[in-house]
């Protein structure tokens, strides 16, 4: 077992294959991937390329056909490692306020749980408005899910995700269903986040804007079977503006990862025509 | 006049208008008293003998309650054990439906075989009687959570118990009180059957007693007072449904309330 010392988050000849026999569908093929401490990893690639599972056995939401998932050195679901999370739905609890549901984190996780009865009214309330102003919803809080727009649902649910200040922060195309300006002023404001608290932080999202603007890595995938196929670092100075990303070094980056995509894809293409019988 | 206020207007005037219809039929048919009251004189006999009638009525109030009570606290435990459990769902769903397809007539001897007659069928009558439609609802409920709702708390590490509590259960609560509505008059479906079979109590028995010596108006004062307990305790039940989960009917006033 090779293990690279630094890497947070590693996945070692991981496969995961849906369903049995004649139906199995591979959905990742061999991949190996390390992802060093308090990184911005961003995971790009066609639809079914399996970014979104990469996310899930990372989280230990599934578990790995073969090969293995460590997180902090140990494998996963073992790890005491706090992970937050927020997917392309808000999932927030239509029943709880919005303060209440950002708090849930706080109510499940140690070692906030054992404190949560006596601080959920003080110190954690003080803490889930701080956040909430942070992200432009101050005064917010006592409101319900359905009082607040798709963009504000958004903000509230990366609140929950930050709350107990996790050291893994899984995103799965967070912004994915909102308008453009929503959207990038989000990327500002996670950009901020990151660089306050350094999570490490794995992104998946469809738009290479997106990736290159916020990532210090972006990982091309390609999908049947989905695997990784190209790695890069993003090196531009931070924090990073809306004005840089029409900048010709930030153009020239997002165009080569397109490319990589669009030519990923054609591979892929020819790979099912081969699978056709004559 | 508010709008709301129209409709409530309007709606009481339909309903008083039925018994008025009722009675002028009753009227101009020379239908006998013995065939159908009129309403009239049922709340006359109502009145007359309300002080034979109201010891009738306690008990199966509190006979309908405490079942209704022991329903709701089974009924719980079960949907929570079939929604979150496939083994269960599996195992318990096709008992649940043979048992409920009994009629519930038959079983009473067999409690009062056990209890003897009085209170103790009539409890147990009523409380089969509202489990079935709690237990489904509140499984339903369960078993329908989004994923991604379960997600969320799986990648907090929640334990099944913590999901349980805060999404299972609360997500569960319209689907809860959908079915308290319908338990709570099948409760009392349950307690009169029980009280008409085996008790000397109760608004069944009265009931019974009436039709035997053809006192038809003091059958229809029992029907009433029935049928007025159980839309009070509909009322009941619909007023802490809209406070507890106002959420899923997304009233304004429950925001600011």
Known sequence: MTEDARAFVQLQDVTLAYGRGERRVAALGKTDLSIAKGDFVALVGPSGCGKSTILKLVTGLIPASSGWVFVAGREVGAEPVRVGMAFQNPTLLPWLSIRDNVMLPLKIVPPFRQEFRAKRRGEFRDRADALLAQVGLSGFGDKFPWQLSGGMLQRASLCRALIHDPQLLMLDEPFGALDQFTREELWGILQELWMDRRPTVLLVTHDLKEASFLATRVCVMRARPGRIVEDSFVDFPRPRTIEMTYEPGFVALTQRLRERIVSARGDAAAADLQEIPA | MTPGWRRHLQSAAVIVGFFVLWELACIVFHIKEIVLPRPTQILFTLWERAPAIWPHTLQTLYTTLV???????????????????????????????????????????????????????????????????????????????????????????????????????????????????????????????????????????????????????????????????????????????????????????????
Do not use: C, H, Q
């Not at chain 2, 990648?155 to 805060?166: G, P, V, Y």
């Not at chain 2, 007023?239 to 997304?250: C, F, Q």
């Open chain 2, 67 to 257: 079942g209704f009570a022991l329903g709701i606290v089974s009924g719980v435990l079960i949907g929570a054990l079939i929604g979150s459990s496939r083994l269960a769902y599996d195992v318990g769903y096709p008992l649940l439906i043979g048992f409920s397809s009994i009629p519930k007539v038959a079983v009473v001897p067999i409690f009062v075989l056990w209890f003897g007659a009085g209170t103790v069928p009539a409890v147990l009558t009523a409380m089969i009687m509202s489990l079935f439609p709690i237990v489904v609802n509140v499984a339903t409920g369960l078993a329908t959570t989004e994923p991604e709702l379960e997600d969320v708390m799986k990648a907090l590490r929640a334990s099944k118990f913590d999901i349980l509590m805060n999404v299972g259960l609360p997500r569960a609560m319209p689907y809860f009180f959908a079915s308290l509505k319908v338990s709570v008059t099948l409760a009392f479906v349950g307690t009169v059957i029980a009280e008409t079979v085996a008790s000397n109590l109760g608004i069944g028995n009265l009931m019974m007693i009436a039709s035997s010596s053809f006192d038809v108006p003091l059958v229809f004062a029992g029907l009433l007072v029935l049928a007025l307990l159980g839309v009070g305790l509909y009322a009941i039940f619909s007023l802490i449904e809209g406070r507890v989960i106002g959420w899923a009917k997304r009233k304004d006033e429950f925001a600011l309330g």
